[in-house]
């Protein structure tokens, strides 16, 4: 066995398989994996081993058509072929009008990647599935290249082209710990000795957490028990002449495919069972968990009336086994969070399918430090410290339960809430707020006209249109009040701090106490990493001279990251995050200085403290630190308040806001306000897929002031031109805003993806954002967009069509 290696993959199923040979063809030979055991002896050995190109955004689309080529070229590999039905095809079925509008717009996102779905009625799905009854079904969608691999032949061709190319497998080898050095090299230590390496992959299956431990982190991933049997032959299967289609039924929560000349069907059922939450047996290896039909009896009693043939067909096998879940349901495929050169890809509760396309992405992030597409859907770091044991469970048994029904545009699940609240919180649900969940948090979504108020979930407009349009009017024409929590905030300090963010951000950035200034970070391929506000405090009694790194809730581990990889070990820089020790109120509207005048001392006029001025001062009695910016386009204030005083913070400032008409509003106001003024959104419009000049970003970049993270990639990259520019669109309907991933259209080519879209209550547009050809940048360009099935006419707009030239955000 080698004693020093470049990566050590641990764990032998698709997920470590994969990630090797990709490693392989990234270029890294010298690799090497290590199972405790056999090679897919943990859930891959059991898997239903369906591989489907469905998928609820493009990322997940793109690394399942790669998972299907790749199966494919092994498949037909004359030396070591393997068993792939490729293009049986599968159908999605619905019941209801909201699940076929859904397939409608995945089958418009999945367009943007060059995957064509078929929304098809119920009669064709009987036509192409005929064992399957039309009663209670509308449609479907259709997945033409749909089918299912031989899991252990799959993972041992993986495993045998990586060994081909000079990796190296070792079998029996557990794992029993880890080191991480000084200059963040790991040893890897095994029953069978040592192995150094400078990266580490944890690629475990449900044994995730007991290699977690090891390096001290625990990973939000639980097991579920899940059950599926295999039926005797069935006549109408061996005489029908072809294989049948797969089926997956959100109806009736089963799914199956054709096994032989019988079928495999498998359940997800209401009363299901977690497994492993107390630790699992060492011995527990190739092994299944006990047969319990009695649990899936609901599920089969659909089953049997959506596919009569079933009542005549016997049962030859049962097999109950673990399958992971995260909090999302979504794989963890990337950095490990707080760890340097630790990586792992996990959660894979549809690991056969997926799993060569996550090992893809996986090698690309630790080979080149980014893939080709962007990977926040998978990131591990999307969760942050809310993300334990309890939750993780109770997440993953919504997600079984629901394996089959998407999440509606704003549907928000009821488990695991309230994960993260602050003291406002039951304040404003008694204010009749309804809540939304930002990176565990409860954050005001729209306030509710009455308590018993519940829209209907839809990707058309639905009920909360006249309310979310009342919140906005009364912040043009009045003043709002607004809490932000959980908004990622990191103080730095040191005689350094200024050159240290000088060298992260692509452009200028303010060193002037009492400033504060918007800017982008790149990776190092040139690409938009993240977006952060820079604020610039004075030594006062609260603290030292210090700078406020502000970003988007969601980014608490991943800017902490990135920072703390950038800093050099002579640099005097040092970084603490307040993240979770304040809160925003967001003060907007043109009455907003006069309630703040109202009850904070302090000269508040323009002169004396005008847009971008950033000051400490006490909100009625709470300390608060106060930024004039704004995300709505109107004069505006983030009130930053420990949370201690928070209560008393809001407080004061509704009692000062009573005689200023001032009225709450929440998240769904503020998207609709910050579209009319194309301000951009953080891994919606912001992601590392493309560039800053790409991105309209042009006037935060500075090429000229030196040396910056991304900087000559960036010069490259320009040199080629633009690949696609980020436009604002107007669309010509009133049906529905554009959903993130829905395809632009000229004829019948794809000519753009959309970011995001909301109406603009203010400017009375429909509004989107989306990337398209650079030839269609130019604003009167008219192309269409594909909404939900339909073709609506979209035009190229000028940035910020309302009050373009920022004067109300200035007053």
């Known amino acids: 066995m080698k004693s020093r290696t470049k990566v050590v993959v641990i764990g032998g199923g698709i997920a470590g398989c994969s990630t090797l040979y990709h490693l392989t063809q990234e270029g890294w030979t010298d690799v090497v994996l290590v199972e405790r055991d056999e090679l897919t002896s943990g859930t891959t050995w059991h898997s239903a081993a369906q591989v489907t190109n469905f998928g609820t955004n493009q990322t997940m689309v793109g690394l399942k058509s790669h998972s299907i080529k790749l199966y494919q070229d092994l498949a037909a590999n004359p030396d070591y072929p393997i068993n792939y039905h490729h293009g049986d095809g599968g159908i999605r079925l619905a019941n209801t009008e909201a699940q076929m509008q859904g397939y409608r717009h995945f089958a418009s996102m999945a367009r943007g990647m060059d995957v064509h779905f078929e929304v098809i009625d119920a009669e064709e799905c009987a036509r192409r599935h005929p064992l399957i ?3 209670n079904l509308i449609g479907g969608l259709w997945d033409p290249l749909d089918g299912d691999i031989d899991p252990a032949q799959l993972c041992q061709a993986l495993a045998r082209a990586a060994r081909l190319a000079g990796a190296e497998v070792y079998r029996n080898t557990p794992v029993v710990g880890l080191t991480q050095h000084k200059d963040d090299t790991w040893t890897v230590q095994t029953e069978h000795g040592d192995i150094d390496c400078d990266i580490v992959v944890n690629a475990c299956g449900y044994r995730v957490n007991e290699v977690g431990a090891l390096m001290g982190v625990h990973h939000p991933v639980a097991s579920m028990e899940h059950q599926y049997f295999l039926t005797e032959e069935i006549p109408a299967i061996r005489d029908a002449g072809h294989r049948m289609p797969l089926l997956r039924c959100p109806i009736s929560d089963f799914y199956c495919r054709q096994e032989k000349n019988g079928l495999l069907l498998g359940f997800y059922e209401q009363g299901c069972k977690t497994w492993g939450m107390d630790g699992i047996d060492p011995n527990f290896v190739n092994a299944l968990c006990p047969d319990d039909l009695d649990r899936v009896s609901d599920v089969l009693e659909g089953a049997f009336a959506r596919m009569p043939a079933l009542l005549e067909a016997g049962i030859h096998t049962i097999v109950n086994g673990p399958i992971t879940y995260t909090i999302d349901g979504a794989p963890l ?7 340097r050169n630790a990586f792992c890809i996990i959660g894979l509760r549809a690991g056969l399918g997926e799993g060569g396309g996550h090992g893809w992405l996986l090698a690309q992030q630790i080979v080149h430090g980014e893939a080709c597409y962007d990977t926040w ?3 591990p770091r999307r969760f942050t410290g809310h993300a334990n044991v309890e939750l993780t469970a109770l997440k993953a048994v919504e997600d079984y339960q629901n394996e089959f029904r998407f999440h509606l545009p704003h549907e928000h699940r009821p488990a695991g809430r309230p994960a993260k609240t602050t003291a406002l919180t039951p304040v404003l649900a008694a204010e009749g707020a309804e809540f939304t ?3 565990g948090w409860e954050r005001v979504d729209y306030i509710k006209p009455d308590p018993s108020f519940e829209p209907t979930l839809s990707f058309d407009f639905d009920e909360t249109f006249d309310p979310i349009a009342a919140e906005v009017a009364n912040v043009q024409s009045n003043v709002g009040l607004s809490e932000v929590n959980g908004f990622n905030r990191i103080e ?3 005689a350094d701090r200024h050159a240290f963010l000088d060298r992260l951000f692509c452009g200028a950035v303010t060193r002037r106490d009492g400033r504060v200034g918007l800017g ?23 603290g030292p001279a210090r700078v406020w790194y502000g970003s988007a809730a969601a980014s608490e581990f991943h800017d902490m990251d990135w920072l ?16 979770n020790d304040c809160t925003i109120l967001i003060l907007a509207g043109p009455k907003s200085r006069d309630v703040l005048a109202s009850c904070a001392r302090g000269d508040w006029s323009p002169a004396a403290f005008p847009w971008l001025s950033v000051r400490e001062c006490f909100v009625g009695f709470a300390p608060a630190t106060v930024m004039a910016v704004s995300f709505s386009g109107e004069l505006a204030y983030e009130i930053h308040v420990p949370n201690p005083s928070l209560y008393s913070a809001y407080l004061a400032l509704r009692r000062a806001g009573e005689r200023f008409g001032l009225k709450l509003f929440g998240a769904r106001a503020i998207d609709s306000m910050r579209m009319e003024k194309t301000f951009l959104h953080w891994k919606a419009d912001l992601i590392t897929e493309f560039d800053p000049f790409e991105t309209g970003l042009n006037r935060f970049v500075r090429l000229e002031k030196g040396d910056f993270i991304g900087r000559d990639a960036l010069l490259n990259r320009d040199a080629d031109g633009p690949r696609r520019k980020l436009v604002p669109l107007r669309l010509e309907t009133g049906q529905g805003p ?3 991933g829905a395809s632009l259209m000229m004829g019948d080519t794809v000519v753009g993806t959309i970011t995001s879209g909301e109406w603009g209550h203010r400017t009375g547009l429909n509004l989107a954002h989306g990337f398209v050809d650079p030839s269609l940048a130019e604003i009167g360009c008219k192309i269409e967009l594909d909404h939900c099935g339909k073709r609506v006419n979209a035009t190229v707009i000028a940035p910020s069509p309302y009050d373009p030239d920022h004067s109300r955000l200035r007053a």
């Not at 982008?520 to 609260?542: C, F, I, Q």
């Open 133 to 135: 009854s039309t009663e």
């Open 520 to 542: 982008y970070l790149l990776n190092h391929h040139g690409m938009v990493k993240a977006e952060a506000t820079v604020a610039n405090l004075p030594a006062s009694d609260r």
């Open 437 to 439: 969940v930002v990176n």
């Open 492 to 494: 730095i300090t040191g």
């Open 738 to 740: 554009a959903h993130a």
């Open 333 to 339: 495929v990337g950095p490990i969070p707080g760890k």
């Open 377 to 379: 859907c998978l990131d």
């Open 564 to 579: 703390k990889q950038n800093r050099h070990p002579d640099e005097d820089v040092h970084l603490r995050s307040l993240t």
